[in-house]
T-cell receptor, first 112, second 111 residues
């Protein structure tokens, strides 16, 4: 039973570039949430996707966008990267929006 | 708004010592409460949860009781091991599965 998988594991970008992060949810899960975890901080909710629609959104600018595919996998896109976007990006999945959520190991994004 | 406050770390203990990590919350509704653990280089793992007042969540020797009167959900373990060294996050959700996390508490256990 595969858990939540994220790719890539690490990524290095420069300011102004765009990045796409990918997430495959745990088998049987249909809801995907994305979180940003800055160094030494707790994760912050970015948004959640259910039935290919953004269902909830946290306090993040429009530079952060996402998508969910019919197979429930999801992408997080960040445009016009800033130094402050350097963080661990975590994907979490759940069934029908109910707890508990299962987290992947994250993608470490570094902006130079 | 809804928020979680955790004690600052690191918490440094000797093996077999008693552990308490404090967590208090502010919520407009009736939250569910969680403790997650993050080992180095890994994502978050759910450690335990409680969904209503006076519930006690427990797992792997860790316990936490949902105290509505003090808006607290303190994590305890009677005898820690070196393998418990990690960062512990207290979190809440209110009416959705969006999680609001505290800043985390690093636990270091020495032999």
């Amino acid at each position: 039973d595969a858990g939540v998988t994220q790719s890539p594991t690490h990524l290095i970008k420069t300011r102004g570039q765009q990045v796409t992060l990918r997430c495959s949810p745990k088998s049987g899960h249909d809801t995907v949430s994305w979180y940003q975890q800055a160094l030494g901080q707790g994760p912050q909710f970015i948004f959640q996707y259910y039935e290919e629609e953004e269902r909830q959104r946290g306090n993040f600018p429009d530079r952060f966008s996402g998508h969910q595919f019919p197979n429930y996998s999801s992408e997080l896109n960040v445009n016009a990267l800033l130094l402050g976007d350097s963080a661990l990006y975590l994907c979490a999945s759940s069934l029908g929006g109910y707890q508990p959520q299962h987290f992947g190991d994250g993608t470490r994004l570094s902006i130079l | 708004g809804d928020s979680v406050t955790q004690m600052e770390g690191p918490v440094t203990l000797s093996e077999e010592a008693f552990l308490t990590i404090n967590c208090t919350y502010t919520a407009t509704g009736y939250p569910s409460l969680f403790w997650y653990v993050q080992y180095p280089g890994e994502g978050l793992q759910l450690l335990l949860k409680a969904t209503k007042a006076d519930d006690k969540g427990s797992n792997k020797g860790f316990e936490a009781t949902y105290r509505k009167e003090t808006t607290s959900f303190h994590l305890e373990k009677g005898s820690v091991q070196v393998s418990d060294s990690a960062v512990y996050f207290c979190a809440l959700s209110v009416n959705t599965d969006k999680l609001i996390f505290g800043t985390g508490t690093r636990l270091q256990v020495f032999p």
